[in-house]
């Protein structure tokens, strides 16, 4: 294969979309009372062996937002089995070019958001996961052998034991 066809390929390959990433959530606590508003971190973890272009906005919002509006959504699930419907105003903005950071393999990026904007009202057990997709519909190009991330991901699952409030 001729120089000039390797580097074609390469270049083909770094802008593809489909980089190796994970989604990972953790819990401030494992338990809460009726009422309080549990903190979530949320990472974006390079997994791959080469440099991902990640919107590092993270723009929390229904999943049923306008993706320019939303990077990152929940999916909650309370302990009676139904999903909590995500319930507050958000005045979103539109993702810019200083929003987007290389992340080198091995490295991570994150926020940690507060569950606030859903009604965790029954005591018991509620399962989170979230999920995440740049929802920029014209991100900056990814700078040179650098892979821009994409496609969607999931998080892990954890679990939130919510206790009644005592009087």
């Given at each position: 294969?001729?120089?000039?066809?390797?580097?074609?390929?390469?270049?083909?390959?770094?802008?593809?979309?489909?980089?190796?990433?994970?989604?990972?959530?953790?819990l401030a606590h494992a338990s809460m009372v009726v009422g309080?508003a549990p903190l979530l971190t949320i990472r974006l973890r390079?997994?791959?062996?080469?440099?991902?272009?990640?919107?590092?906005?993270?723009?929390?919002?229904?999943?049923?937002?306008?993706?320019?509006?939303?990077?990152?959504?929940?999916?909650?699930?309370?302990?009676?089995?139904?999903?909590?419907?995500?319930?507050?105003?958000?005045?979103?903005?539109?993702?810019?070019?200083?929003?987007?950071?290389?992340?080198?393999?091995?490295?991570?990026?994150?926020?940690?958001?507060?569950?606030?904007?859903?009604?965790?009202?029954?005591?018991?057990?509620?399962?989170?996961?979230?999920?995440?997709?740049?929802?920029?519909?014209?991100?900056?190009?990814?700078?040179?052998?650098?892979?821009?991330?994409?496609?969607?991901?999931?998080?892990?699952?954890?679990?939130?034991?919510?206790?009644?409030?005592?009087?």
């Amino acid at each position: 294969m001729s120089a000039c066809a390797a580097i074609l390929l390469s270049l083909i390959a770094a802008t593809s979309g489909h980089g190796d990433a994970r989604l990972e959530i953790e819990l401030a606590h494992a338990s809460m009372v009726v009422g309080e508003a549990p903190l979530l971190t949320i990472r974006l973890r390079n997994t791959s062996a080469g440099r991902l272009w990640v919107n590092t906005r993270f723009g929390v919002n229904s999943e049923s937002a306008v993706p320019d509006f939303r990077d990152v959504w929940f999916d909650i699930v309370g302990p009676d089995g139904r999903r909590l419907n995500f319930d507050c105003q958000v005045k979103g903005r539109l993702a810019t070019a200083s929003d987007y950071r290389i992340v080198q393999p091995g490295d991570w990026v994150g926020t940690v958001d507060s569950l606030s904007c859903f009604k965790i009202g029954l005591p018991g057990t509620y399962r989170i996961a979230v999920k995440y997709r740049d929802g920029n519909s014209t991100p900056p190009p990814a700078p040179l052998r650098s892979v821009h991330l994409t496609e969607q991901i999931e998080s892990n699952q954890v679990q939130l034991r919510v206790l009644p409030s005592t009087p």
